[in-house]
């Protein structure tokens, strides 16, 4: 492939951080929709749906880093960092499942600070074969009564396209 367009910059406001993380199973999930360059519809196996994980308030990150190898080949890794403030049995069991699911992967689809929701875990060039998996879950009581008692998990996938932006509804 070859450039065919340049880039022109936006003048207007840009958020970081995450407002919402979806996980879904990868065996939940049969395919997504590409239209143009954006993916506008995921189907999915019948009765089975996204599950929502809330975090507190400027603790989530989506980042993604593209390398290239000295064979010339390009990767990219994705990775969805969210914090679960208070170690308890339910946040527990919420981390459980996700190492559990990791084996077999999940499709993870995240809203960002400008409203952008971001597909990782499935792409063009892997399809449902890059999921993402659990890299590290790290939690913590902390030492004194104002440090923070809670768990920062971590899901990464790599391969070969940066993400695409989810312009459907999540089903939930």
Request: include cysteine.
């Amino acid at each position: 492939m070859t450039l065919t367009a340049g880039f022109s910059k936006v003048c207007e406001s840009s958020s970081g951080g995450l407002l919402e993380v979806h996980l879904a199973n990868v065996d939940d999930v049969t395919s997504f929709t590409l239209t143009g360059e954006d993916y506008t519809a995921v189907t999915m196996v019948a009765t089975k749906v996204f599950y929502k994980f809330e975090f507190e308030q400027d603790t989530a990150e989506y980042r993604e880093n593209v390398e290239r190898s000295d064979t010339g080949a390009v990767s990219a890794t994705h990775e969805v960092e969210f914090q679960i403030t208070k170690m308890t049995s339910a946040s527990r069991a919420a981390i459980q499942e996700i190492m559990d699911a990791s084996p077999c992967g999940l499709i993870a689809i995240v809203k960002d600070g400008n409203g952008n929701q971001w597909t990782s875990g499935y792409s063009e060039v892997a399809l449902l074969e890059r999921p993402m998996r659990i890299a590290s879950d790290t939690s913590a009581t902390g030492k004194a009564f104002t440090d923070s008692n809670a768990s920062i998990v971590m899901l990464s996938s790599v391969d070969g396209e940066k993400a695409r932006v989810f312009t459907g509804t999540v089903p939930v």
